[in-house]
């Protein structure tokens, strides 16, 4: 069992930036970050596996995803955010080799809020 901690979110103007923490108990081969606004599903934002990164289309260009093995925290850097990146963020972990979809993502944490105004 994997345990995941998120830690960074907040308040930002429309435009500023915010880094996302997610430190992880154990490596696994793929982790991402998830989000969930108020009234929409939930929807991936950037995995990462290996050294190979994943955005979606939404944040392509203004999210980065990272990871340091050393301090076995996963990263999602936030910039030039607007009002639609509001949500809670979640970061996730998966149990296999696979890193396609939400489904391979076996571990989850409790979620950092992040709101844009």
């Known amino acids: 069992h994997v345990q995941l901690v998120e830690s960074g979110g907040g308040s930002v103007q429309a435009g500023g930036s915010l880094r996302l923490s997610c430190l992880y108990s154990?490596?696994?081969?793929?982790m991402g970050w998830f989000r969930q606004a108020p009234g929409k599903e939930r929807e991936g934002v950037a995995s990462?596996?290996?050294?190979?990164?994943s955005y979606s289309g939404s944040v392509k260009g203004r999210f980065t995803i990272s990871r340091d093995n050393a301090k076995n925290t996963l990263y999602l850097q936030m910039n030039s955010l607007k009002p639609e990146d509001t949500a809670m963020y979640y970061c996730?972990?998966?149990?296999?080799?696979?890193?396609?979809?939400?489904?391979?993502?076996?571990?989850w944490g409790q979620g950092t809020q992040v709101t844009v105004s």
């Open positions: 990462i596996y290996f050294g190979s990164t």
């Open positions: 996730a972990a998966g149990r296999g080799t696979s890193c396609s979809t939400e489904g391979d993502f076996a571990y």
């Open positions: 154990a490596y696994t081969y793929c």
